[in-house]
């Protein structure tokens, strides 16, 4: 009877959660179309529908009775908290740093409900992070030197951290209302109306080119899929439960699989057009339009996703994976083609010509709906398609509760000046140097995104380290660029690897293991945002057309031999000149593509000069070992006596 009343319960939240979830997604589509409410309102309308969907979801995931009553009280006290906004946000805008005992409450009250909720979405680190900068602005007042501040009263920092209207209620929390929300929702949309069978069968095609089969098909399908969806744990799970056994099969070890599709996925929050909500932060942070930001974007990710399709090249040639050749559906890539490439170019098109993110992804959502239901085989069931946007509602609200916590972090570090004490420390460090200063950063963005998502790593270097990055004279967007690719890439590095983890659980897989893998074959990503800063080519940025040509050859060059020497071969293995003249080259093309602004070394075109003719050796050094070893391989085995 018990287990009876536990299932009725079960399908009542089921639909509790696709209820919710479906009016939050309908009422951002009508938001971008009609005004109802003024730009407050509007966030906390989100606001209240993020947090009854995660304490929803958290009541259909409850164990117990009283966990169960716990996550009904949290949704009943989010209504309550978020409708007293609502029905007094001309008060609450009139007395701004000096609540009323009722303000102050429901001050507390949001604060602790949006902890909550993320700690719930996201695990306890960043919440405990949240919870540190509050006591600081509660408490630093008492401590010594350079971390005092001046003393706050308790309703001054509620009103700025919540109830005032800023902190939840900030520049983070509308990013995610106006912009991320319906993005998310537009790449949930990929599974339900059988765009993945595209993906899987376009990412057949480079496994016939190059060596390791399917392992190529999870970098191409991943690549694709994070065009439009923006999120590496996400992708790891549409891509992975059909990459990562196919590898297995073919003799790619567990770990090795599980790496090459956490390696790809973390590459969707590189891939434009769909960057993840960090690259819309980034946009809002720099004051451009995110179509800059966007095509700015470009070639770093063809780089990084080149130096991923290398990795995997060559680790299947170091362990002699010869995958069969896989037979390619091109009927069916032909007929899923539009689904993908229609959407995905009245998206690209709407955001340059300057159209805003939310109002793209709205004509993008309606367009792959309606192509959808044209072919019988991708028309999706009714049902399917309300759950899975309601599916993509939730985590829409992941992200924007995670988006608040932000808020309430970059409310503390400005109102208490922590910010600027902070990067001028990291300045003292660096002694103005700005190799310091950049790898000062890096350890950093690694460091919080330990456990933390993406979107609250770079927020909180962008707000702390990057401007005085930019006073050391780097391009703001390159410095934006740089502090967003290493909290992406903090997603494969151990000891809190969230994409790698992912993967290793889907193949079965040792998970240090796995991780130290994928860092391996993420290794231009470490190396990309360093070219970016001193290679403005990268993010599109004008310089002279002929350093600018020589950098597109020598970039994606220096990638190749800087990933064939740490695998230690090419076709073939390499023999240790082989290495030693891929290291060689490594350094004169990245010396090339990066020190043209140190003037006392003019020597960048002999430097090209040099790395070119070292690839050239390389390259035919190894035609040769591989027609060797063809011909050992094919050679006619000698005939036994008598036989």
């Not at 805003?356 to 992804?361: D, E, I, R």
Request: charged share 10%; proline share 5%; net charge neutral.
């Amino acid at each position: 009877m018990e287990g009876e009343a536990r299932s009725r319960h079960s399908r009542i939240l089921d639909w509790l959660l696709v209820g919710v979830g479906f009016a939050m997604f309908a009422y951002h589509m009508i938001s971008t179309q009609y005004l109802f409410l003024g730009a407050y309102e509007h966030q906390n309308l989100h606001l209240a529908f993020a947090l009854v969907l995660l304490f929803l979801n958290g009541m259909y995931n409850a164990k117990t009775k009283w966990g169960l009553a716990v996550q009904a009280l949290l949704v009943f006290l989010s209504l309550v908290g978020t409708i007293y906004v609502h029905l007094n946000m001309q008060h609450l805008e009139e007395v701004i740093g000096y609540p009323e005992k009722v303000d102050l409450l429901v001050g507390i009250l949001l604060i602790v409900l949006v902890i909550e909720a993320t700690r719930q979405a996201w695990g306890i680190t960043l919440p405990i992070v949240a919870i540190v900068f509050i006591a600081y602005f509660v408490f630093g007042h008492l401590l010594p030197g350079q971390l005092h501040h001046r003393p706050f009263s308790l309703d001054y920092i509620v009103s700025y951290l919540s109830i005032g209207l800023s902190g939840i209620y900030g520049t983070f929390l509308s990013i995610s209302a106006n912009q991320v929300f319906l993005f998310v929702v537009f790449g949930a949309l990929l599974g339900v109306i059988r765009v993945n069978d595209f993906f899987f069968e376009a990412g057949k095609i480079p496994g016939r080119v190059m060596q390791g089969g399917p392992g190529q098909t999870a970098v191409v399908s991943s690549a694709l899929v994070g065009m439009v969806s923006g999120a590496a744990v996400a992708n790891v799970a549409i891509t992975g439960a059909f990459t990562i056994p196919f590898m297995k099969r073919v003799g790619y070890k567990p770990e090795h699989a599980g790496a090459i599709e956490a390696t790809a996925s973390t590459g969707g929050q590189l891939m434009p057009p769909v960057m993840g909500a960090a690259a819309f932060m980034m946009a809002s942070f720099l004051g451009v339009p995110y179509a800059e930001v966007m095509l700015a974007g470009v070639l770093p990710a063809v780089l990084y996703f080149w130096g991923v399709m290398l990795g995997v090249q060559f680790l299947a040639v170091r362990n002699g994976i010869r995958a069969p050749t896989e037979d390619i559906d091109y009927k069916l890539i032909l007929r899923r083609l539009p689904l993908f490439l229609l959407p995905l170019g009245v998206l690209i098109v709407m955001l340059m010509m300057h159209y805003s993110p939310s109002l793209a992804a709205f004509w993008a959502i309606w367009l792959s709906i309606g192509l959808s239901y044209i072919d019988p085989d991708t028309r999706p069931k009714l049902l399917d398609l309300v759950k899975c946007l309601a599916g993509g509602a939730l985590v829409g609200a992941q992200i924007g509760i995670s988006l608040a916590v932000v808020g309430l972090i970059a409310q503390t570090l400005i109102t208490t000046g922590l910010g600027n004490k902070i990067a001028g420390v990291v300045e003292v460090v660096s002694g103005g140097n700005l190799i310091i200063a950049l790898l000062a950063t890096m350890v950093i963005s690694i460091i919080l995104g330990c456990g933390v998502p993406t979107t609250a790593a770079y927020a909180l270097v962008a707000i702390v380290v990057v401007p005085m990055i930019i006073k050391l004279g780097v391009e703001p967007i390159s410095a934006h660029f740089f502090a967003f690719y290493f909290a992406v890439i903090s997603a494969l590095t151990p000891p809190v690897a969230l994409a790698a983890l992912a993967g290793a659980g889907i193949a079965g897989a040792n998970y240090f293991k796995t991780s130290l893998s994928a860092f391996k074959l993420a290794i231009s990503g470490f190396i990309i945002p360093y070219l970016i800063i001193f290679n403005p080519v990268l993010v599109l940025r004008q310089t002279d057309w002929l350093w600018a040509v020589g950098s597109l050859i020598a970039i994606p060059i220096g990638m190749t031999t800087l990933t064939a020497a740490i695998y230690g071969c090419g076709l073939t293995l390499f023999s240790w000149r082989e290495r030693a003249l891929a290291i060689f080259c490594t350094a004169m093309m990245v010396g090339y593509a990066s020190f043209r602004h140190v003037e006392e070394l003019p020597l960048e075109y002999p430097m090209l000069a040099l790395g070119c003719a070292a690839f050239t050796w390389l390259v035919a050094m190894q035609i040769r070992a591989h027609r060797q070893q063809a011909l050992t391989n094919t050679a006619p085995a000698a005939t036994p006596a008598g036989g």
